[in-house]
């Protein structure tokens, strides 16, 4: 088990990395297979804090907090409930519908669709809402923020700022429900001091390699992968 956990790991971080998403979408296409969901959930949230602390270190000249506390506002009532699914809903109903939120957000990435901006404040609320309910049920809050980014406009650099801001702060929030409700068990907290090691790998490969491999098409190959193991997931509970 331990060197599959360890090589997911280092593809998920290596793909945040180099194109500035997609450690969770990766990690929770494949982690439910060797760890289950009730373990792979919690222990993506620690990961994922542990990247975008440091993203957020090296982005953080750009970030607006003013920009995102509408997000956080939202998010924070939304993750008690999606943490409250992971523990009560069957698995055959929770991987269909992360499976279908990967496939729909990588679909939306792959065709680059034009989305109209979004200039009323109520956006921002529902965002952080969906994303408070991804982040607990599955560890996979980016989609909706990201989506909501680019309708918003933001530039590059506050564009990754300001993400890596929000899912900090998003993920110290729903580590603090899981830990609530006991789901920081043995085995995730194991499990994370095994991974440690790789995460900060994947980091630093990622941050130099993206000199020499072409992000953009690495990007394409990523969500294309992630449409696939989408409806995998979805044909998992047929």
């Not at 200039?119 to 909501?148: K, M, Q, R, T």
Request: charged residues 10%; contains cysteine; positive net charge.
């Amino acid at each position: 088990m331990v060197p599959i956990l360890l090589l997911i790991i280092f593809v998920a971080v290596f793909t945040q990395s180099l194109t500035g998403f997609g450690s969770g979408l990766v990690s929770m296409s494949l982690l439910p297979d060797v760890l289950g969901i009730r373990t792979a959930v919690p222990l993506v949230a620690m990961m994922t804090a542990t990247i975008e602390l440091a993203l957020l270190i090296r982005y953080r000249a750009a970030f607006r907090f003013g920009s995102v506390w509408r997000l956080v506002l939202a998010s924070m009532t939304a993750i008690p409930i999606g943490i409250w699914a992971l523990r009560n809903l069957n698995e055959h109903v929770l991987l269909p519908i992360l499976g279908a939120i990967m496939a729909g957000y990588a679909l939306y990435g792959l065709f680059n669709l034009k989305l109209p901006r979004l200039e009323h404040p109520v956006w921002a609320y529902l965002a952080g809402f969906l994303a408070g309910l991804l982040s607990g049920a599955y560890s996979v809050g980016g989609p909706p923020v990201i989506i909501y980014g680019n309708c918003r406009g933001w530039d590059l650099d506050e564009f990754k700022s300001n993400l890596q801001g929000f899912f900090l702060i998003n993920d110290a929030l729903a580590l603090v429900n899981h830990s609530l409700v006991g789901n920081l068990t043995p085995l995730v907290l194991k499990s994370y001091l095994w991974v440690l090691p790789v995460i900060v790998l994947g980091l630093f490969a990622g941050t130099r390699l993206d000199r020499i491999l072409n992000p953009e098409r690495f990007r394409k190959l990523v969500l294309f992968s992630l449409v696939v193991m989408g409806i995998r997931l979805i044909l998992l509970a047929f």
